[in-house]
């Protein structure tokens, strides 16, 4: 019997996030820098006939392997579009904290995309990929190959792939979650109304840590009030981690409620994190490298 195949699902982090408004459909346009943090999900898959899922690690604690699961309903999606696929049976490492603002499902979603591709001969360029990573969920097609770059609309339109120095981070969930669908309720958008233009400058590539640093000091996350009025936590996770010595930034990613800071350096984050993790043994507490 052949080997399962294996790939990570890797967290996404919006190192900045804009409303740009709300569409006539109700759709909220949003504009974000996107990287992706050396930390994930993992996810295999066993050639097989009948398609499942099995779940185990630290954070699978409810969760279901029923229709809901991003996974099954990636893996259903592709075989919809590309009859005689064969599928198998997965199994998901959970790591990632859920409905956390850092794609955890997302990616789960993209990297089963990514087995049955390498399974069944599909091209990483296939066109059928990025369709079905579409149809899933807003951020599946930006975690296909979980590579930096801006993202827009409502997640479907993605720019060239960006090469980001690396970002030494420190990832915080101070475990709520935060329903995504409220956080948009909240901003009070009315249907067809416009906020914000999207953005001009060019992000061919910040030469170093410290021009990009620059850069995200002149953006933010439009989500963050919002996110904190429903959940305070998250205001506590932010001023404590701008306080941690050496933190150059502190954002919330996505919808919340995980927040990350930004250090120069790898000891500086690794020595952060692991004071907060002491000071806040219940939170879930990452260093991590951006990129």
């Known amino acids: 019997m052949a080997p399962p195949l294996t790939t990570r699902a890797r967290a996404k982090v919006n190192l900045d996030l804009l409303v740009l408004g709300r569409r006539a459909d109700g759709y909220h346009e949003l504009e974000s820098l996107v990287a992706f943090a050396g930390v994930g999900d993992t996810l295999s898959l066993e050639p097989g006939a009948d398609l499942s899922l099995t779940l185990a690690g630290p954070r699978s604690?409810?969760?279901?392997?029923?229709?809901?699961?991003?996974v099954l309903r990636a893996a259903r999606s592709l075989a919809a579009a590309r009859p005689g696929l064969r599928l198998g049976r997965f199994h998901l490492v959970k790591r990632l904290p859920v409905a956390s603002g850092i794609g955890g499902g997302s990616a789960d979603a993209a990297a089963a995309l990514r087995l049955l591709a390498r399974l069944n001969g599909i091209t990483p360029g296939d066109p059928i990929l990025r369709e079905v990573a579409t149809q899933v969920g807003a951020d599946v097609s930006v975690c296909l190959d979980s590579r930096a770059r801006?993202?827009?609309?409502?997640?479907?339109?993605?720019?060239?792939?960006?090469?980001?120095?690396?970002?030494?981070?420190v990832l915080v969930n101070p475990g709520v979650g935060v329903e995504t669908v409220g956080v948009f309720r909240a901003l009070g958008l009315k249907a067809g109304e416009a906020v914000s233009e999207a953005r001009a400058q060019n992000l061919a590539g910040p030469a170093s840590a410290a021009d990009l640093?620059?850069?995200l000091a002149t953006t933010s996350n439009d989500l963050a009030a919002p996110a904190q009025r429903g959940a305070p936590v998250i205001g506590e996770a932010l001023d404590r981690l701008a306080a941690l010595p050496g933190c150059r930034l502190a954002r919330m990613s996505g919808s919340g409620a995980t927040c990350f800071a930004l250090f120069d350096d790898c000891a500086s984050s690794a020595a952060a994190a692991k004071a907060l993790q002491r000071e806040r043994p219940g939170w879930w507490v990452k260093p991590t490298l951006l990129s």
């Open 61 to 70: 604690e409810g969760l279901a392997a029923d229709d809901g699961n991003l």
């Open 213 to 215: 640093l620059g850069y």
């Open 150 to 169: 801006l993202m827009a609309g409502i997640g479907e339109k993605l720019g060239p792939v960006l090469r980001l120095p690396p970002l030494f981070a």
